[in-house]
């Protein structure tokens, strides 16, 4: 699954984002039960009958299951069942005593099991669930809204709407018969047999899985739903959306048949299931989640058609993660939550794959620099192996199992080779096909494909923590022809992360030409010797980032400039774009940088570059920026936008914004113009955001981007209109923005703070997360109380509750800071209170919380100009 900007429990979760993982992103399961538990049956078929009292947001339901014992002597058969009350069981036909307790509903058996002895319950019950099951309906703020019933299994959810054995390390067919008024549509599981009439105006769809999944996977979604239809080599696929949002279906799936192409070439395995739906639903509780043959996304992910041309991947990245699950997580499922990485780190790698394969391998490898540096920062994910049973804490998990995964199955691919590398696929896939595995299989199928041991390469990447930080020192004998190159690694090391082992590739330029040196590194500290036939004029350690690392490398101004203007790889391109951005007081810098803003080939190193002078903020650098706004993509001049908001704030900068704003051709662009306007304090800024307030634009992108600048403005004038838009009514992108920014103004006013509060009790996730992280920017201790009663309902997603502890923490020591204000405590409120402009006072632990509110807020609100990777990561690059 793909968390929204990424619990088990909700797929690519806001966990994720939180990490930095990404916006991108799914649930990740929940952490109660690393250990798979001990089955006493095997489930074979479940056959499903639910319809709905849908004001009363009340299922209705019968489950047939149909299983076999494992053993000899069961007296009972137990069922995961949570927030269902269950008016009977038979067995065979025949009545039988039943019990719930505990999440257990246990149903008597008439006399001892015999091993492989067959049985059928079926049982009745009715609920009105919290999770696993979701209702969205109009009220009276949303008169207008579609009607819509969709679920989400993943990690342990399923149970909420039907009992079930709800956990991954048993698969089994089912059939899903539904029940609902004649003018919806349904979308579930496998193959839909019939739509039939039903009394009451209604129908009756019956779908049916017919090859075994987990049942994390079951899934349905039902509603007023529009559909466009297609097939692929005879396979019905299908795109469904809210009614209302019928213009973004081409946009968001054009490449769904050739994505299903390229993944059945590639992984050598033609997509195995007899349907491939995608369901775009409201307010869902991740960005995407991979059921079985009917992916389900969430509505504010998907892409309006006049946003298509600005952004350079459109959403190909959670499409092709999602579809890459279809293999990795479907055919083939982790046996247990520790093992998730099979999962997630492969749909990750999916969707990279694609990304080489459709927008070119320059794409690719700086998405993966990118993810790189935002990881090798991340001092939570850093300690934590991506294969631990120790997953209580499953917001430092969540982050290792897509990002860090990721990367580790890139470098496996290129330490094999890709014939090797996708032969073991293959065979994987082939071997393990409709069973559940743990990270010894992929091993084990690896060394059977192609007889390589890869035993060393697993203890040290997915059994041990950790990355190589290396600090590079070189030398050039003239004498002896030779480049003297010195290696350490500095990590500490301690805990799961060790010395690494790893091959690299020394490349060395000099007058005739470049020649590329592998070398093994393996220790604390090494020199290796390297015979040239001149002096160097460049020096790349790991040319092209193949190893996932950082790297500390002493070189001049020139040897920076000429690695930024010659290196083959953008990888190499991006990293001295980055070093010289802290290169000050230098004009061949900046225009270097500036050159590169406009003319280096790959768009990503012109960002770089654009992100450099940002950080050198001389005159120059700002002259460098402006030149670039000619750049023909929008998204390197969204950046460039961005950037000029950090300069000293200027009348010909703001003037210039201001034309931007009123003038560029892409709204991305207009809407970074008035970010940087609120950046800057210009004069005039808060009268211009309330201006471009009452500018209509597909998916509210101007207004979304008026109303977040006038969080970062800060100015108590804009509190009315925040207001206004955060109430009830609004759209609720929205609101979720205006709340946002609520946590940024005004911050003594208790009033703002009870307003938000009273937002905890919405029905709408997204409506509650943003009311939380406003609630934890505002730091009014008043928060305390109602964010602990939100904890105690257990109804958030993983991760969520860590975060929400953070900030419950974070109001309590403001608290006791401000009844006992010491000396020290005061300067320190005062220095923070400078920096940060505006926010609330911040002890200086609490820096680190605003930082990843700061990225959260826009990972929750940024609903029109998103990463183009929800899955793959925050903004988080070392330039950011
Ligand atoms: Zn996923």
């Given at each position: 699954m793909k968390s929204t900007r990424r619990s088990l429990r909700q797929k690519v979760n806001l966990a994720a984002a939180l990490l930095?993982?990404?916006?991108?992103l799914g649930a990740v399961a929940r952490a109660d039960r690393p250990y798979a538990p001990s089955r006493d049956y095997h489930l074979q078929n479940v056959r499903v009958s639910l319809h709905f009292d849908i004001d009363q947001r009340k299922v209705m339901g019968k489950v047939t299951h149909t299983l076999s014992a494992l053993?000899?002597?069961?007296?009972h058969l137990d069922f995961d069942c949570a927030e269902l009350t269950v008016s009977s069981a038979h067995i065979n036909g025949k009545d039988a005593a039943f019990s719930l307790q505990d999440n257990v509903l246990r149903v008597q058996l008439a006399q001892p099991s015999k091993a492989a002895q067959s049985f059928e319950v079926e049982l009745q019950y009715e609920g009105k669930p919290t999770s696993g099951l979701y209702f969205i309906l109009p009220d009276k703020d949303n008169p207008g809204r579609a009607r819509e019933i969709w679920t989400q299994g993943e990690a342990e959810d399923t149970h909420h709407y039907i009992p079930i054995y709800d956990y991954p390390n048993d698969r089994t067919t089912s059939e899903m018969i539904l029940t609902v008024p004649a003018d919806w549509l349904t979308v579930s599981n496998g193959k839909l047999l019939s739509v039939q009439d039903a009394p009451s105006g209604q129908k009756t769809w019956t779908w049916r899985q017919s090859l075994p999944v987990s049942t994390y996977l079951i899934s349905f979604v039902a509603g007023e739903y529009k559909d466009k239809k297609d097939t692929w080599r005879n396979i019905p696929i299908s795109y469904n959306v809210p009614r209302?949002?019928?213009?973004?279906i081409d946009s968001t799936f054009r490449h769904t048949k050739e994505m299903l192409d390229f993944f059945s070439e590639r992984f050598g395995v033609p997509y195995p299931w007899e349907q491939y739906a995608q369901t775009a639903v409201d307010d869902f509780v991740a960005s995407g989640m991979e059921n079985v043959s009917a992916t389900t996304l969430a509505a504010r992910d998907i892409l309006h058609g006049d946003l298509a041309s600005e952004r350079p991947e459109a959403v190909d990245g959670l499409i092709s993660h999602e579809m890459t699950h279809q293999w990795f997580g479907d055919l083939v499922t982790c046996k247990d939550w520790t093992n998730t990485w099979l999962n997630e780190g492969f749909a990750t790698f999916g969707a990279s794959l694609w990304e080489e394969h459709y927008y070119g391998a320059d794409a690719s490898s700086y998405r993966y620099w990118r993810e790189q540096n935002a990881w090798m920062q991340s001092k939570e994910l850093y300690p934590i192996p991506v294969v631990t049973r120790n997953i209580d804490d499953s917001v430092e998990y969540a982050g290792n199992v897509y990002d860090k995964a990721g990367w580790v199955i890139h470098m496996l691919r290129e330490r094999l080779g890709d014939e090797v590398f996708f032969r073991a696929l293959k065979h994987y896939l082939e071997a393990r096909r409709l069973q559940n595995v743990v990270t010894a299989d992929l091993v084990k199928d690896i060394e059977e494909s192609s007889g390589a041991n890869v035993d060393q390469f697993f203890d040290q990447w997915i059994y041990g923590a950790g990355a190589p930080r290396f600090t590079i020192g070189s030398t050039y004998d003239d004498s002896s022809k030779k480049v003297i190159l010195s290696v350490r690694q500095t990590q500490k090391v301690e805990g799961r992360v060790g010395l690494f082992r790893v091959p690299v590739n020394v490349a060395v330029t000099t007058s005739s030409g470049e020649k590329l040196f592998p070398i093994e590194i393996s220790k604390a500290d090494e020199t290796f010797s390297i015979p040239v036939d001149d002096a160097p004029q460049m020096i790349l350690f790991d040319k092209g980032d193949k190893i996932l690392k950082s790297i500390d490398f002493q070189k001049t101004p020139e040897e920076w400039i000429r690695q930024l203007q010659s290196a083959a790889d953008v990888p190499d391109r991006a990293d001295a774009a980055f070093a010289l951005?802290?290169?000050?007081?230098n004009e061949g810098v900046a225009s270097a940088l500036g050159d590169a803003a406009l003319r280096d080939k790959f768009w990503g190193v012109r960002e770089e570059a654009l992100r450099a002078l940002g950080r050198i903020n001389s005159p120059q650098a700002r002259k460098q920026e402006l030149a670039a706004l000619s750049n023909e993509q929008p998204w390197v001049r969204a950046v460039a936008v961005e950037q000029l908001g950090k300069f000293k704030s200027d009348e010909d900068v703001a003037k210039r914004l201001e034309k931007l704003y009123k003038e560029d051709k892409a709204y991305s662009v207009r809407a970074a113009a008035l970010q940087s306007l609120a950046a800057d304090k210009a004069p005039n800024a808060a009268a211009f955001l309330e201006k471009a307030l009452t500018v209509s634009s597909p998916n509210d992108v101007l207004r979304g981007a008026a109303l977040r600048a006038m969080g970062s403005l800060g100015e108590d004038s804009v509190v009315p209109s925040l207001i206004e838009w955060s109430s009830?009514?609004?759209?609720s992108a929205l609101r979720g923005i205006a709340m946002g920014a609520l946590g940024r103004v005004d911050l003594k006013n208790h009033d703002l703070t009870a307003r938000l509060i009273s937002y905890l009790s919405e029905p709408s996730f997204d409506i509650r997360f943003s009311a939380i992280f406003a609630l934890g920017r505002r730091g009014d201790p008043a928060a305390i109380e109602p964010l602990e009663a939100v904890l105690k309902t257990g109804q958030l997603s993983i991760g969520v509750p860590h975060s929400i502890e953070n900030l419950i923490e974070e109001l309590k020591n403001k608290a006791a800071t401000q009844k006992t204000p010491s000396a020290t405590d005061q300067k320190n409120e005062r220095k923070n209170s400078d920096l940060k402009n505006g926010d609330a006072p911040a002890s200086s632990n609490s820096q680190a919380v605003l930082d990843r509110l700061d990225r959260l807020d826009h990972q929750l609100s940024d609903m029109n100009n998103r990463l183009q990777h929800i899955e793959g990561s925050l903004p988080g690059s070392k330039s950011e």
């Amino acid at each position: 699954m793909k968390s929204t900007r990424r619990s088990l429990r909700q797929k690519v979760n806001l966990a994720a984002a939180l990490l930095g993982a990404a916006l991108v992103l799914g649930a990740v399961a929940r952490a109660d039960r690393p250990y798979a538990p001990s089955r006493d049956y095997h489930l074979q078929n479940v056959r499903v009958s639910l319809h709905f009292d849908i004001d009363q947001r009340k299922v209705m339901g019968k489950v047939t299951h149909t299983l076999s014992a494992l053993r000899d002597g069961l007296t009972h058969l137990d069922f995961d069942c949570a927030e269902l009350t269950v008016s009977s069981a038979h067995i065979n036909g025949k009545d039988a005593a039943f019990s719930l307790q505990d999440n257990v509903l246990r149903v008597q058996l008439a006399q001892p099991s015999k091993a492989a002895q067959s049985f059928e319950v079926e049982l009745q019950y009715e609920g009105k669930p919290t999770s696993g099951l979701y209702f969205i309906l109009p009220d009276k703020d949303n008169p207008g809204r579609a009607r819509e019933i969709w679920t989400q299994g993943e990690a342990e959810d399923t149970h909420h709407y039907i009992p079930i054995y709800d956990y991954p390390n048993d698969r089994t067919t089912s059939e899903m018969i539904l029940t609902v008024p004649a003018d919806w549509l349904t979308v579930s599981n496998g193959k839909l047999l019939s739509v039939q009439d039903a009394p009451s105006g209604q129908k009756t769809w019956t779908w049916r899985q017919s090859l075994p999944v987990s049942t994390y996977l079951i899934s349905f979604v039902a509603g007023e739903y529009k559909d466009k239809k297609d097939t692929w080599r005879n396979i019905p696929i299908s795109y469904n959306v809210p009614r209302g949002l019928e213009d973004t279906i081409d946009s968001t799936f054009r490449h769904t048949k050739e994505m299903l192409d390229f993944f059945s070439e590639r992984f050598g395995v033609p997509y195995p299931w007899e349907q491939y739906a995608q369901t775009a639903v409201d307010d869902f509780v991740a960005s995407g989640m991979e059921n079985v043959s009917a992916t389900t996304l969430a509505a504010r992910d998907i892409l309006h058609g006049d946003l298509a041309s600005e952004r350079p991947e459109a959403v190909d990245g959670l499409i092709s993660h999602e579809m890459t699950h279809q293999w990795f997580g479907d055919l083939v499922t982790c046996k247990d939550w520790t093992n998730t990485w099979l999962n997630e780190g492969f749909a990750t790698f999916g969707a990279s794959l694609w990304e080489e394969h459709y927008y070119g391998a320059d794409a690719s490898s700086y998405r993966y620099w990118r993810e790189q540096n935002a990881w090798m920062q991340s001092k939570e994910l850093y300690p934590i192996p991506v294969v631990t049973r120790n997953i209580d804490d499953s917001v430092e998990y969540a982050g290792n199992v897509y990002d860090k995964a990721g990367w580790v199955i890139h470098m496996l691919r290129e330490r094999l080779g890709d014939e090797v590398f996708f032969r073991a696929l293959k065979h994987y896939l082939e071997a393990r096909r409709l069973q559940n595995v743990v990270t010894a299989d992929l091993v084990k199928d690896i060394e059977e494909s192609s007889g390589a041991n890869v035993d060393q390469f697993f203890d040290q990447w997915i059994y041990g923590a950790g990355a190589p930080r290396f600090t590079i020192g070189s030398t050039y004998d003239d004498s002896s022809k030779k480049v003297i190159l010195s290696v350490r690694q500095t990590q500490k090391v301690e805990g799961r992360v060790g010395l690494f082992r790893v091959p690299v590739n020394v490349a060395v330029t000099t007058s005739s030409g470049e020649k590329l040196f592998p070398i093994e590194i393996s220790k604390a500290d090494e020199t290796f010797s390297i015979p040239v036939d001149d002096a160097p004029q460049m020096i790349l350690f790991d040319k092209g980032d193949k190893i996932l690392k950082s790297i500390d490398f002493q070189k001049t101004p020139e040897e920076w400039i000429r690695q930024l203007q010659s290196a083959a790889d953008v990888p190499d391109r991006a990293d001295a774009a980055f070093a010289l951005g802290n290169i000050h007081d230098n004009e061949g810098v900046a225009s270097a940088l500036g050159d590169a803003a406009l003319r280096d080939k790959f768009w990503g190193v012109r960002e770089e570059a654009l992100r450099a002078l940002g950080r050198i903020n001389s005159p120059q650098a700002r002259k460098q920026e402006l030149a670039a706004l000619s750049n023909e993509q929008p998204w390197v001049r969204a950046v460039a936008v961005e950037q000029l908001g950090k300069f000293k704030s200027d009348e010909d900068v703001a003037k210039r914004l201001e034309k931007l704003y009123k003038e560029d051709k892409a709204y991305s662009v207009r809407a970074a113009a008035l970010q940087s306007l609120a950046a800057d304090k210009a004069p005039n800024a808060a009268a211009f955001l309330e201006k471009a307030l009452t500018v209509s634009s597909p998916n509210d992108v101007l207004r979304g981007a008026a109303l977040r600048a006038m969080g970062s403005l800060g100015e108590d004038s804009v509190v009315p209109s925040l207001i206004e838009w955060s109430s009830p009514g609004k759209p609720s992108a929205l609101r979720g923005i205006a709340m946002g920014a609520l946590g940024r103004v005004d911050l003594k006013n208790h009033d703002l703070t009870a307003r938000l509060i009273s937002y905890l009790s919405e029905p709408s996730f997204d409506i509650r997360f943003s009311a939380i992280f406003a609630l934890g920017r505002r730091g009014d201790p008043a928060a305390i109380e109602p964010l602990e009663a939100v904890l105690k309902t257990g109804q958030l997603s993983i991760g969520v509750p860590h975060s929400i502890e953070n900030l419950i923490e974070e109001l309590k020591n403001k608290a006791a800071t401000q009844k006992t204000p010491s000396a020290t405590d005061q300067k320190n409120e005062r220095k923070n209170s400078d920096l940060k402009n505006g926010d609330a006072p911040a002890s200086s632990n609490s820096q680190a919380v605003l930082d990843r509110l700061d990225r959260l807020d826009h990972q929750l609100s940024d609903m029109n100009n998103r990463l183009q990777h929800i899955e793959g990561s925050l903004p988080g690059s070392k330039s950011e």
